[in-house]
């Protein structure tokens, strides 16, 4: 709320490869070749623009409580671009479980819902999408380059760009921006723009990414868990009822990915 979606987008995107470019150069990396650059250009777009910058601006438009109607499709969409882009073949139960699954979640949010408007349904829409494929070029590109390698060259790959849209982007003042509202920032440069996609890359890339990529159906359930913790939301039995269908749709969807 307190900073612009595009500005947000790029000063997390330009933080945060700051942090991984210094990691690659400690760790003394090599630089991808020729061929890795466009599956890298590819997770720059899904992961580090597309995602960010449409879903903060689809949040001005929608609620949180919509927007996780679509987040409950993402894994869905991982697992459609696992097959187009890195060659995997789930069998037809993992399909069956993983729309169940997606199902659950999908249906509860919508259940919750109090806003419909199309632009951020739309938006929203768009940002799983490129999230998706971003999580699946990336998955693939892991198992070569390796985890943490795929996040920090996607990342200092989109630097130049990002450096000069948080330069124009760059807001007159801070004098309103909340303490909460920096602390939030940081956390999304540091923990979801880089560190947690250490930990998803590799896991992809180790266990599958349609069969992993499942595990996100957790995502929207472990989100409003924490916003019952930190705001003291209402958790009512429709939310306890679905996370234990999406996790029963988790553990079948593992179990028939091959």
Known sequence: MDFDPVFLTAVRATLAALLGGIVLRLLNQRLPTKADLPALAVVSLGVVVGFPLLSAISLQYVTSAHAIVFVGILPLFTAIFAVWRGDERPSMLFWLFALLGSSFVAGYAALTSGTTSVVGGFLMLGAVMACGLGYAEGG???????????????????????????????????????????????????????????????????????????????????????????????????????????????????????
């Open 140 to 258: 693939r590109l892991s198992r070569t380059l390796g985890g943490w390698q795929v996040i920090s060259w996607a990342l200092v790959l989109s630097l130049p760009v990002m450096l000069l849209i948080t330069w124009l982007t760059w807001p007159d003042s801070f004098a309103k921006v909340s303490v909460a509202a920096w602390a939030g920032l940081l956390y999304v440069s540091l923990f979801s723009m880089f560190i947690g996609f250490v930990f998803w890359y590799r896991g992809l890339a180790l266990g599958g990414i349609a069969a992993v990529g499942q595990l996100q159906l957790m995502q929207p359930f472990l989100g409003l868990a924490l916003a019952a913790l930190l705001l003291h939301e209402t958790v009512n039995i429709g939310m306890l009822i679905s996370t234990l269908g999406a996790v029963a749709c988790v553990v079948g969807a593992k179990r028939y990915a091959v």
